[in-house]
Protein backbone atom coordinates (compact mmCIF):
# COMPACT_ATOMS: atom_id res chain seq x y z
CA UNK A 1 0.00 0.00 0.00
CA UNK A 2 1.11 3.14 -1.20
CA UNK A 3 1.17 6.19 1.50
CA UNK A 4 0.93 9.98 1.03
CA UNK A 5 3.89 12.63 1.23
CA UNK A 6 3.35 12.81 5.21
CA UNK A 7 3.83 9.19 5.72
CA UNK A 8 -0.18 8.52 6.30
CA UNK A 9 -2.16 6.06 4.69
CA UNK A 10 -4.09 7.87 2.33
CA UNK A 11 -7.77 8.00 2.94
CA UNK A 12 -10.58 6.26 1.80
CA UNK A 13 -8.48 2.76 1.17
CA UNK A 14 -7.59 4.26 -1.87
CA UNK A 15 -3.79 5.01 -2.71
CA UNK A 16 -1.77 8.67 -2.23
CA UNK A 17 -0.93 9.06 -6.05
CA UNK A 18 -2.82 7.32 -9.17
CA UNK A 19 -0.82 4.65 -11.08
CA UNK A 20 1.58 5.85 -13.85
CA UNK A 21 2.55 3.88 -17.36
CA UNK A 22 6.09 4.51 -15.91
CA UNK A 23 5.87 0.84 -14.41
CA UNK A 24 5.00 -0.52 -18.04
CA UNK A 25 7.02 -0.13 -21.55
CA UNK A 26 5.15 1.38 -23.92
CA UNK A 27 4.28 -1.89 -25.59
CA UNK A 28 3.54 -3.00 -22.37
CA UNK A 29 0.73 -0.02 -21.98
CA UNK A 30 -0.44 -1.28 -25.36
CA UNK A 31 -1.11 -4.38 -24.59
CA UNK A 32 -3.23 -3.43 -21.54
CA UNK A 33 -5.25 -0.68 -23.08
CA UNK A 34 -6.28 -2.56 -25.85
CA UNK A 35 -6.76 -6.23 -24.16
CA UNK A 36 -10.40 -4.92 -23.44
CA UNK A 37 -11.52 -3.55 -26.55
CA UNK A 38 -10.17 -6.35 -28.59
CA UNK A 39 -12.37 -8.35 -26.16
CA UNK A 40 -15.41 -6.77 -26.82
CA UNK A 41 -14.52 -7.21 -30.47
CA UNK A 42 -14.05 -10.77 -30.14
CA UNK A 43 -17.20 -11.08 -27.51
CA UNK A 44 -19.52 -9.68 -30.63
CA UNK A 45 -17.63 -11.21 -33.61
CA UNK A 46 -20.01 -13.90 -35.25
CA UNK A 47 -19.02 -17.18 -34.98
CA UNK A 48 -20.57 -21.07 -35.44
CA UNK A 49 -23.28 -21.51 -32.60
CA UNK A 50 -22.80 -17.86 -31.79
CA UNK A 51 -26.22 -15.74 -31.69
CA UNK A 52 -25.99 -12.83 -34.44
CA UNK A 53 -24.57 -9.64 -32.51
CA UNK A 54 -25.82 -6.12 -33.04
CA UNK A 55 -25.03 -2.76 -31.41
CA UNK A 56 -26.82 -3.30 -28.04
CA UNK A 57 -23.75 -5.81 -27.42
CA UNK A 58 -20.82 -3.83 -28.50
CA UNK A 59 -22.64 -0.80 -26.30
CA UNK A 60 -22.81 -3.71 -22.84
CA UNK A 61 -18.92 -4.09 -23.76
CA UNK A 62 -18.08 -0.85 -24.14
CA UNK A 63 -20.59 0.21 -20.98
CA UNK A 64 -18.51 -2.64 -18.59
CA UNK A 65 -14.98 -1.37 -19.88
CA UNK A 66 -16.34 2.30 -18.36
CA UNK A 67 -17.62 0.33 -15.23
CA UNK A 68 -13.52 -0.07 -14.42
CA UNK A 69 -13.50 3.98 -13.66
CA UNK A 70 -14.79 2.66 -10.38
CA UNK A 71 -13.47 -0.27 -9.69
CA UNK A 72 -11.20 -0.52 -6.24
CA UNK A 73 -8.15 -0.77 -8.22
CA UNK A 74 -5.50 1.75 -9.52
CA UNK A 75 -4.44 -0.49 -12.35
CA UNK A 76 -8.02 -1.10 -13.55
CA UNK A 77 -8.93 2.80 -13.22
CA UNK A 78 -5.33 4.17 -15.26
CA UNK A 79 -6.13 1.35 -18.05
CA UNK A 80 -10.04 2.93 -17.92
CA UNK A 81 -8.42 6.43 -18.67
CA UNK A 82 -5.64 5.77 -20.96
CA UNK A 83 -8.22 4.06 -23.43
CA UNK A 84 -10.76 7.11 -22.92
CA UNK A 85 -7.96 10.18 -23.41
CA UNK A 86 -6.75 8.01 -26.73
CA UNK A 87 -7.70 10.45 -29.60
CA UNK A 88 -7.39 8.57 -32.56
CA UNK A 89 -8.90 5.65 -33.81
CA UNK A 90 -6.24 3.67 -35.38
CA UNK A 91 -5.76 0.24 -34.50
CA UNK A 92 -2.68 -0.65 -32.07
CA UNK A 93 0.00 -1.81 -34.46
CA UNK A 94 -0.42 -5.33 -34.54
CA UNK A 95 -3.99 -5.35 -33.70
CA UNK A 96 -5.60 -8.35 -34.99
CA UNK A 97 -9.05 -7.98 -32.88
CA UNK A 98 -10.76 -10.67 -34.91
CA UNK A 99 -8.14 -13.83 -34.37
CA UNK A 100 -9.51 -15.76 -31.06
CA UNK A 101 -5.86 -17.64 -30.89
CA UNK A 102 -3.86 -14.28 -31.11
CA UNK A 103 -6.29 -12.78 -28.69
CA UNK A 104 -5.98 -15.47 -26.12
CA UNK A 105 -2.45 -15.35 -26.64
CA UNK A 106 -2.01 -11.67 -25.77
CA UNK A 107 -4.25 -12.47 -22.51
CA UNK A 108 -1.65 -14.97 -21.60
CA UNK A 109 1.13 -12.19 -22.49
CA UNK A 110 -1.17 -9.91 -20.37
CA UNK A 111 -1.27 -12.21 -17.65
CA UNK A 112 2.69 -12.67 -17.44
CA UNK A 113 3.25 -9.16 -17.25
CA UNK A 114 0.96 -8.33 -14.28
CA UNK A 115 2.73 -11.04 -12.43
CA UNK A 116 5.87 -9.37 -13.06
CA UNK A 117 5.04 -6.06 -12.97
CA UNK A 118 1.39 -5.50 -10.97
CA UNK A 119 0.42 -5.45 -7.82
CA UNK A 120 -1.55 -9.13 -7.04
CA UNK A 121 -4.98 -7.24 -6.39
CA UNK A 122 -4.72 -5.08 -9.33
CA UNK A 123 -3.60 -8.02 -11.72
CA UNK A 124 -6.68 -9.61 -10.29
CA UNK A 125 -9.11 -6.81 -10.52
CA UNK A 126 -7.62 -6.36 -13.91
CA UNK A 127 -8.19 -9.82 -15.37
CA UNK A 128 -11.47 -10.09 -14.14
CA UNK A 129 -12.77 -6.84 -15.29
CA UNK A 130 -11.27 -7.96 -18.68
CA UNK A 131 -13.91 -11.03 -18.64
CA UNK A 132 -16.38 -9.05 -17.19
CA UNK A 133 -16.68 -6.61 -20.31
CA UNK A 134 -16.48 -10.16 -22.29
CA UNK A 135 -19.40 -11.74 -20.07
CA UNK A 136 -21.62 -8.81 -20.41
CA UNK A 137 -21.37 -8.38 -23.92
CA UNK A 138 -21.82 -12.06 -24.82
CA UNK A 139 -24.90 -11.65 -22.29
CA UNK A 140 -26.61 -8.86 -23.89
CA UNK A 141 -28.50 -9.97 -26.96
CA UNK A 142 -31.96 -8.43 -26.89
CA UNK A 143 -34.19 -11.03 -25.94
CA UNK A 144 -35.71 -11.92 -29.55
CA UNK A 145 -32.25 -13.32 -30.42
CA UNK A 146 -30.73 -14.73 -26.97
CA UNK A 147 -30.86 -18.44 -25.89
CA UNK A 148 -32.71 -19.19 -22.86
CA UNK A 149 -30.17 -18.53 -20.49
CA UNK A 150 -28.93 -15.77 -21.74
CA UNK A 151 -25.89 -17.53 -23.05
CA UNK A 152 -25.40 -19.72 -25.75
CA UNK A 153 -23.28 -23.20 -25.37
CA UNK A 154 -20.80 -21.17 -27.86
CA UNK A 155 -20.74 -18.03 -26.01
CA UNK A 156 -19.98 -20.34 -22.87
CA UNK A 157 -16.94 -21.54 -24.79
CA UNK A 158 -15.45 -18.18 -25.53
CA UNK A 159 -15.40 -16.78 -22.22
CA UNK A 160 -14.16 -20.20 -20.47
CA UNK A 161 -10.70 -20.14 -22.95
CA UNK A 162 -10.89 -16.05 -22.16
CA UNK A 163 -10.81 -17.16 -18.23
CA UNK A 164 -8.47 -19.58 -18.94
CA UNK A 165 -5.91 -17.65 -20.95
CA UNK A 166 -6.32 -15.27 -18.39
CA UNK A 167 -5.84 -17.27 -15.58
CA UNK A 168 -8.98 -16.99 -13.43
CA UNK A 169 -10.01 -20.91 -13.56
Known sequence: MSHSVAGEPPSAGRRA???TTAVYSAAEWD???SLPGRVVVAAIAPGPGRP?????EGLAGLEAMAAGRSFDSDLVR?????????HDNQPLPGDRS???VDLLAACRAAVRLLDRRADPADSAAYRQWVQSVAARACRAAPPDRAPVDGVSPADRRFLSRLGEALNLG
Open 31 to 33: LLT
Open 17 to 19: APL
Open 52 to 56: ARGVA
Open 78 to 86: AVVAAIYAR
Open 98 to 100: GDL
